[in-house]
C-alpha cells in the first residue's frame, strides 16, 4: 500500500509472481512480503530516482521486504553513493544494487499523445501502453521472451524508436497486456481526480520536473518533501528573481542540437 510514492519516467515496479503462485492460497501474513522495483536512470533523472525510492520506503507496508535495482547511465560515482545512502539511510532494511548501463544508441525524444504514438508504430492494438510504471509477472515476461523481441524491435526501428523502452515494449507486448487501475500511473496532468492525501503513484511525467526551476504543476511540495529526505536535499533548481525559471523555459524551446545537424 502506497499513499503518494512520487515516480520518475521509465520505472518498473517488478513483483515475481507466476501462475502457480497466483493459484496459490494467500501467504500467511507473518510472511514478508519481497518487492523488486527497477529504475532506470541518466545524470538528469537521479533526483527522481532518489525521491521515488525514499518515497516507497516511507509508504511501503511494514511487512514489505524492499529490494531497488537501479541501472544508471553516466551518473557520477558521487550521485551513485548517494543513491545508495538514499536507501540504506531510509530504514527498514531495504537493499539496493546499481548497474552501469550504456544507453547512447537509442534517440532522444519527448512524449506525445496516444493516437500519434499508435500511428507511428503501425499499432492495430487500439491502446499505448505507458512505461512509467509497469507491473511485470517475470516468470510469463521470460516464457514470452519479451526483453529479445523488445531489443530487437529497437534495433529494427532505429531513429523512429522516439519515445525509447515504452515504443519497444509496445511493439513487443501489442495486444499481451492489462491495464492497472488509474491509482497505479497517475499522470498528473491528466488526474484531476488526486488529493495530496490520494494512495496512488504519482507520475511527473513530460516536462518540466519538480526539480526544474520553472516547475509550476501540482504537489511539488509532496515532491520535495521527500526529496529533503535524501542525499540530495540541498540540490535545488538556481532560480534568483525567477532567472532560473525564465532560463529554463527558454532552453526548453530550443531545438536539441544533435537532432539539427543529424
Not at 488526486?194 to 516547475?215: E, I, M, N, Q
Request: aromatic share 8%; net charge positive.
Amino acid at each position: 500500500r502506497l499513499r503518494h510514492a512520487p515516480a520518475m519516467e521509465r520505472q518498473l515496479l517488478i513483483i515475481p509472481t507466476s501462475r502457480a503462485s497466483r493459484r496459490a492460497s494467500p501467504l500467511p501474513r507473518s510472511r514478508p512480503m519481497h518487492i523488486h522495483a527497477l529504475l532506470a536512470v541518466d545524470p538528469l533523472q537521479v533526483i527522481g530516482c532518489a525521491v521515488s525510492m525514499r518515497s516507497i520506503i516511507e509508504n511501503a507496508a511494514p511487512a514489505c521486504r524492499l529490494h531497488f535495482h537501479v541501472m544508471t547511465h553516466r551518473v557520477s560515482s558521487a550521485d551513485q553513493d548517494a543513491l545508495a545512502e538514499t536507501v540504506v539511510d531510509g530504514g527498514r532494511g531495504a537493499k539496493i544494487s546499481l548497474y552501469d548501463v550504456d544507453v547512447s544508441r537509442f534517440a532522444n525524444g519527448n512524449a506525445s499523445d496516444t493516437q500519434h504514438n499508435q500511428r507511428r508504430l503501425g499499432l492495430a492494438e487500439p491502446r499505448y501502453l505507458n512505461a512509467g510504471f509497469v507491473v511485470i509477472d517475470v516468470q510469463r515476461w521470460r516464457d514470452l521472451q519479451v526483453s529479445a523481441r523488445a531489443l530487437s524491435h529497437a534495433e529494427a526501428t532505429g531513429d523512429q524508436l522516439v519515445l525509447h523502452d515504452q515504443d519497444a515494449l509496445n511493439l513487443a507486448l501489442e495486444g499481451d497486456w492489462v491495464e492497472l487501475p488509474r491509482e497505479w500511473n497517475a499522470g498528473l496532468s491528466i488526474s484531476d481526480w488526486l488529493t495530496p492525501d490520494s494512495r496512488a503513484v504519482f507520475h511527473y511525467w513530460g516536462a518540466p520536473k519538480p526539480w526544474h526551476a520553472d516547475y509550476e504543476g501540482r504537489f511539488g511540495d509532496i515532491f520535495h518533501r521527500y526529496l529533503s529526505l535524501t542525499p540530495f536535499a540541498g540540490r535545488r533548481a538556481w532560480n534568483p528573481f525567477g532567472l532560473g525559471a525564465l532560463f529554463a523555459r527558454m532552453k526548453r524551446k530550443l531545438p536539441y542540437f544533435p537532432a539539427v545537424i543529424r
